[in-house]
């Protein structure tokens, strides 16, 4: 079974500094789907950022990017510029393609504050 | 685009209730659809999927069921609550063109 670890329960940026939030995942699989989910204080669940496993070049949106290392099952989230918006409760989240069920695989989640 | 309603909001309910979150897909047909459970502080656990109507697959042995009845709509169902169904429950939906599932907002269950 799929496993996915945020070791680090809680961190914390300086407004307009930039901050890596770690995961790491265990699968058998070559092919698959990571992403990165936030979740403000509404507890709505939103997208950040995903990458598709066969791509080598990590995917990047706005200040949001990620460092994918396959071969070391490592998948961390680089904000940079902070911003006093961006704390929350980030989720690391696998998703594999066999099967008809695309279910999400979810880290246990890392608060992230931001100071002004 | 798609969008999803979840009903009611916010729910406090005795042990040993009945239980029906109610949720609803516009924007797209055929979804697959999730129910996740969060409790204070956690991770998701993902209770239920559908793939169509009428087709439910249980992750885990609980005190909750789900049924389908409509193409877009996903219903969480209990008997009798426990203290321990207490949560945030969130439905979702894949969202094909991004491979992504899409949320939403939440049912917060308190279970007194």
């Known amino acids: 079974a799929q496993t996915v670890t945020q070791s680090q329960p809680e961190m914390s940026v300086q407004e307009a500094e930039t901050v890596t939030l770690s995961c790491t995942y265990d699968?058998?699989?070559?092919?698959?789907?990571l992403f990165w989910y936030k979740q403000p204080p509404s507890r709505q669940m939103i997208l950040v950022i995903r990458?598709?496993?066969?791509?080598?070049q990590n995917a990047t949106e706005n200040r949001f990017s990620v460092n994918f290392q396959k071969a070391a099952k490592s998948f961390s989230l680089k904000i940079s510029d902070s911003q006093l918006g961006d704390a929350a409760m980030y989720f690391c989240?696998?998703?594999?393609?066999?099967?008809?069920?695309?279910?999400?695989?979810f880290g246990k989640g890392i608060t992230l504050s931001v100071r002004p | 685009s798609q969008t999803i309603h979840q009903w009611p909001a916010t729910l406090v309910q005795p042990v040993g209730s009945p239980l029906s979150l109610e949720c609803t897909v516009e924007?797209?047909?055929?979804?697959?659809l999730y129910w996740y459970r969060q409790a204070a502080g956690r991770g998701l656990q993902l209770l239920f999927y559908?793939?169509?109507?009428?087709?439910i697959s249980s992750e885990v042995p609980q005190n909750l069921s789900a049924s389908r009845p409509q193409d877009r709509q996903f219903i969480l169902s209990s008997k009798k609550l426990l203290l321990s169904d207490s949560g945030f429950y969130l439905c979702?939906?894949?969202?094909?063109?991004?491979?992504?599932?899409?949320f939403g907002p939440g049912t917060r269950l308190t279970v007194l």
């Open positions: 989240a696998y998703r594999g393609l066999t099967g008809a069920n695309s279910k999400l695989t």
């Open positions: 699968t058998s699989e070559s092919d698959y789907y």
């Open positions: 990458q598709e496993a066969y791509k080598q």
């Open positions: 924007g797209t047909s055929n979804p697959n």
């Open positions: 559908s793939v169509g109507i009428g087709q």
């Open positions: 979702a939906c894949l969202r094909d063109r991004w491979n992504e599932q899409f």
